[in-house]
């Protein structure tokens, strides 16, 4: 069996058949030992190990990229493989899929993995109350049974020619099934690393698990620790004086004191992450049509890349597509900063001018306060008067993301643009955080299900592309910029040639792929 990138995947159309097997590549120069000390943003006080309420690199690096295993991994190089399945195929239309599971896999209190952990871990996501925002990925499946002990069967509701992809989702880790409140509680997983210690928005230590299904493959650090420090400023200190051996989210202001030092290099790659300004479509003003394209050309988006990311990353096309998906639209233009625009779209909407409100903070993303200042400034030609509100950091994704009409915020991006829609578009899925629905474009919700089940290549580009141009001329989102993940690690750490563009610090899973110089 061999692994398939997901080109390979979307264009053989799901064909009945094994579609992917595990294969972690060896890594000749990798070598056990030592300690990996990561200085992480995007904790809160909040955090648990229930992967339902993960949305920032803290949890996600610390649960799918350490404590816990998934059914499927997207590699560094976009390659699908399997974690804890080893091969899957599917019906001929895409609804129904088989998975094989690993033998021989333990949890860490020492239970056997089998088909009723993947069966109970997912249904978790569709129980009543459950805000998971991988509901949308369970809530498609129709009928989960076990075939064996080792086997699964998923039944769809439409086909879907990505599925293998969505089981990736960093949400839908596996825990013991009859035993997961005790699995949330204390974090007990079957990833290679098992938890020393755990406060939540402060630290996390992990210890490597011996005997393990990817041992020689994966996981050359004896133990983690993972330090929130939200502040930029803090993490970047923290990695001059050598308190930690890796960040996230450098601040480009001062990337030239880490480029000065010896000790540590940058590393930078483009992917599909972008910011974002998304308002709530359901609430006035922002349910007008026209005074959303009016906030549209009051962005100057390149002065936005120029100032902002300092040219690490491109200029957005309000749609959450990006360069490294298959269908991102190259050719289609983003809309263009015109204050007389604005206004023309203001007076349409019966307005002369617009006061509202932006809340931001750079919790949502780095320089989202800057950014905001900079939409203020842009925006006044054109009548729209934005109040800029700073908001704390701690709690903002509990307390401003998703409450309030106006605010900043983050998307890593996906690695299929259903996946993406599916995630943030598709109407009543939790983290639509513009309430996009049937109210704003019926078509666009048709297209969504069309092009899911879509397994000709060709038909799938221009179902897509409609949907990218829909969301650039009347969408809730404004997505002003793409940005490029940029990070910086000690030179005692090695790391593979190809890193994760997926999420940051290699999709997350920076414990597992790196190792001690």
């Known amino acids: 069996m061999t692994t398939i990138s997901r080109r390979g995947l979307l264009t053989t159309g799901a064909a009945a058949g094994v579609l992917a097997a595990s294969g972690l590549p060896l890594r000749a120069a990798a070598k056990r030992g030592g300690r990996l000390r990561a200085g992480l943003g995007g904790a809160n006080t909040s955090d648990s190990w229930d992967g339902r309420t993960h949305s920032d690199l803290f949890m996600i690096a610390s649960a799918q990229g350490a404590v816990f295993d998934g059914l499927t991994e997207i590699q560094a190089d976009g390659t699908l493989v399997g974690e804890l399945a080893t091969d899957w195929e599917a019906s001929s239309d895409a609804k129904t899929w088989t998975f094989n599971l690993r033998q021989g896999v333990t949890f860490h209190n020492g239970k056997a993995f089998g088909a009723d952990d993947v069966i109970e871990s997912l249904q978790l996501h569709v129980a009543e109350g459950a805000k998971s925002a991988a509901k949308p990925i369970v809530s498609a499946i129709t009928e989960m049974k076990k075939i064996t002990d080792h086997q699964v069967q998923f039944v769809l509701e439409n086909g879907n020619a990505d599925f293998p992809y969505l089981m990736s989702d960093y949400h839908l880790l596996m825990y013991p099934a009859g035993q997961i409140e005790e699995a949330i509680a204390n974090g007990i997983g079957t990833g290679m690393y098992k938890v020393k210690s755990f406060n939540p928005g402060v630290r996390m230590v992990a210890t490597r698990v011996d005997s393990h299904y990817k041992d020689g493959k994966a996981g050359w650090f004896d133990e983690i620790e993972y330090i929130a420090i939200n502040d930029n400023t803090a993490r970047m200190n923290a990695l001059l004086t050598g308190q930690v051996d890796a960040i996230n989210r450098i601040d480009f202001k001062t990337e030239a004191l880490l480029k000065a030092n010896p000790n540590v290099r940058i590393q930078e790659v483009t992917g599909n992450q972008h910011y974002t300004f998304p308002m709530l479509t359901d609430v006035a003003p922002f349910n007008d049509v026209n005074v959303r394209r009016a906030l549209k050309h009051g962005i100057n988006r390149q002065e936005m890349v120029d100032k902002v990311l300092l040219g690490h990353g491109a200029v957005g096309k309000d749609t959450p597509i990006g360069p490294a998906n298959q269908y991102f639209a190259h050719d289609m233009e983003a809309p263009a900063y015109d204050p007389d625009k604005a206004k023309f ?36 030609p054109g009548g729209i008067n934005i109040n800029v509100v700073q908001e704390p950091a701690d709690g903002y994704w509990s307390n401003v993301w998703l409450k309030k009409g106006f605010c900043a915020c983050y998307w890593s991006g996906r690695a299929t643009e259903d996946w993406m829609f599916s995630t943030a578009y598709e109407a009543g899925v939790p983290w639509n955080d513009s309430q996009w629905d049937e109210k704003d474009s019926a078509r666009f919700q048709e297209l969504l299900i069309t092009a899911r089940a879509e397994l000709d290549s060709n038909k799938r580009r221009d179902q897509y592309t409609e949907m990218q141009q829909i969301l650039r001329d009347d969408g809730g989102v404004l997505v002003p910029m793409f940005a490029n993940y940029v990070q910086a690690v ?25 190792w001690n110089a």
Not at 351 to 356: A, E, F, H, P, R
Request: proline fraction near 0%; glycine fraction near 4%.
């Open 490 to 514: 000690s030179n005692k750490i090695a790391t593979a040639d190809t890193v994760g563009n997926l999420w940051q610090m290699d999709n997350a899973r920076m414990a597992e792929r790196w």
């Open 345 to 380: 779209y203001l007076k349409e909407a019966g307005l002369d001018s617009i006061n509202i409100d932006l809340s931001a903070s750079n919790a949502a993303f780095e320089g989202a306060v800057d950014a905001a200042q900079l939409y203020q400034a842009s925006a006044k």
